[in-house]
């Protein structure tokens, strides 16, 4: 029997979230780490910020592995995000583009 409903895919979630990066001026880059399961899909650099993003279908949530690396991530002083939509991704980033860029020629106050 045919399917009828095909729920939707993180896919375009991804493709938004990297062209609305490079649209901004900030490094998204895969993630991957062979052997360990459960890491997150990107990793965002943005000034003052390293963020590894998660990237789910709308209504999705991380799977049990994920949660459990995105804990030891968190553990390590890592900052986790998860996006399931266009909204999450815009928020994320109207987040991160509030941070000063850190001036190299001025030392810490």
Known sequence: MPRLY???RENPIE??????CRAH???????????RVGVPDRVLVAPGATVFVEV????GAPDPRQTVMHAKLRRSG???AVVAGRA?????LARLRGRRRPD???APA
């Open 6 to 8: 095909a729920p939707p």
């Open 15 to 20: 493709t938004y979230l990297l062209a609305q």
């Open 78 to 80: 890592g900052t986790v």
């Open 88 to 92: 999450d991704v815009d928020r994320l």
């Open 104 to 106: 190299p020629d001025r």
């Open 56 to 59: 789910k279908r709308p209504g």
């Open 25 to 35: 001026d900030l490094l998204c880059l895969k993630f991957v780490s062979p052997g």
